[in-house]
């Protein structure tokens, strides 16, 4: 089936640190698969931080970078140094892109995020 | 822009009581997600809506859950004869049209319990 697995957290960093949350997917009924990365800061609601829908590209948003592998079935977000404010859950999603099937988002379980001081 | 609206913010619902979920997409969005967060099983996808017709609703449980988008200002998500594990939050997600690969904005959720 078409999943998603991605880091198990929590996770914690120290500050200008660099990060990795790795991502990897399986579509098995998705011809075109999309990928995105979601964040939920605390208190706000989940928002997108970037997303790619072409293999091979790189997706990038506030100094986060993922990009699409599909050799590895990979989107592993990674950040050379992070900050406090960074602190959030992660979520790698899946998507498909061709226009007849459904636009449906499949999530991994969320990775969170603490940045320490 | 208001954002993604759904209301109640907090439900809580007596075992085998009905409980009705409130979501208002984006003014121009013409598609509703709706998503069910828990402990256990994640964020998963419940059902979808594009121009108010039912699109997929393939992970919507067969018993109990139903949803409707009766214009293009809000969708409902009901659950009747609540259970204890109905226990979760409730997202409700539009998108400008629907079609893959378009950014889902999230609402703030609706966070149902079931004594």
């Known amino acids: 089936g078409d999943s998603v697995t991605q880091t198990e957290g929590p996770v914690t960093v120290s500050e200008s640190e660099s990060l990795i949350i790795n991502c990897t997917y399986s579509?098995?009924?998705?011809?075109?698969?999309?990928l995105f990365w979601y964040v939920r800061y605390p208190g706000e609601g989940l928002q997108l931080l970037l997303k790619?829908?072409?293999?091979?590209q790189k997706g990038s948003s506030r100094g986060f970078e993922a990009t699409y592998n599909k050799e590895t079935t990979s989107f592993h977000l990674q950040k050379a140094s992070v900050q406090e404010s960074d602190s959030a859950v992660y979520y790698c999603?899946?998507?498909?892109?061709?226009?007849?099937?459904?636009?449906?988002?499949?999530f991994g379980e969320g990775t969170k995020l603490t940045v320490s001081s | 822009n208001a954002g993604v609206i759904q209301t109640p913010r907090h439900k809580v619902t007596g075992k085998g009581q009905e409980a009705t979920l409130w979501c208002e997409p984006i003014?121009?969005?013409?598609?509703v997600f709706w998503y069910r967060q828990t402990i256990v099983q994640g964020l998963e996808f419940l059902t979808y809506?594009?121009?108010?017709?039912?699109?997929?609703d393939s992970g919507m449980p067969k018993e109990r859950f139903s949803a409707q988008m009766p214009n293009q200002s809000h969708s409902t998500l009901k659950i009747q004869s609540t259970q204890p594990q109905d226990s979760a939050v409730y997202l409700c997600?539009?998108?400008?049209?629907?079609?893959?690969?378009?950014?889902?904005?999230f609402g703030p959720g609706t966070r149902l319990t079931v004594l």
């Open positions: 790619v829908i072409t293999a091979g």
């Open positions: 003014s121009g969005h013409s598609a």
């Open positions: 997600a539009s998108s400008l049209d629907g079609l893959g690969g378009r950014e889902q904005y």
């Open positions: 579509a098995t009924s998705i011809a075109y698969p999309n």
């Open positions: 809506f594009r121009n108010q017709a039912p699109i997929d």
């Open positions: 999603a899946l998507g498909r892109l061709n226009q007849g099937g459904s636009a449906k988002l499949i």
